[in-house]
């Protein structure tokens, strides 16, 4: 069940993404030509979104990459967005830019940040709730 939300949201941008390649047009592809930077504002919620949701149906599950520790979905969103980004080439209707890689990789920065900080309070809560739950009572 905690897989539902990523799968969900993944699906949505698969859609997005086969609209955009086709010249299609749809409310969300309006609305981020319609605000100023609204195609990098786009690129930054939608792929924090799926990082986050993809850290949560993984239970922030790590992987050692060398001296450093990615969340795997972390690593499995910025595989989609090279992917994605790489596969505009093919399409006259897409125009490929470095900045949607950068603008992919601020939402995958603050994914991470929220999602350590989720785990790091609620670490806290739950150790707290630990000694509450042991510590003698004065009745």
């Known amino acids: 069940m905690r897989w539902l939300p990523a799968v969900a949201f993944f699906s949505f941008l698969i859609w997005v993404i086969v609209a955009a ?6 409310y969300f592809l ?5 605000l100023p930077y609204g195609d990098k504002i786009g690129h930054v919620l939608l792929f924090a979104a799926l990082a986050l949701l993809l850290n949560f149906a993984t239970k922030a599950r790590q992987l050692a990459v060398g001296p450093v520790r990615l969340y ?3 690593v499995l ?9 790489g596969s505009q080439l093919l399409f006259p209707a ?3 830019e470095l ?3 950068l603008a992919d990789l601020l939402g ?4 991470t ?5 989720f785990y790091q309070l609620r670490g806290r809560y739950r150790a707290r709730r630990a000694v509450a739950v042991l510590a003698p009572t004065d009745d």
């Open 113 to 117: 940040l929220l999602t350590k900080a």
């Open 21 to 26: 390649d086709s010249g299609q047009q749809n």
């Open 72 to 74: 795997l979905g972390v």
């Open 108 to 111: 995958v920065t603050l994914a």
């Open 30 to 34: 309006q609305l981020a030509g319609s």
């Open 99 to 101: 900045l949607d890689i």
């Open 77 to 85: 969103t910025l595989g989609f967005a090279l992917l994605e980004e």
């Open 94 to 96: 897409r125009s490929f």
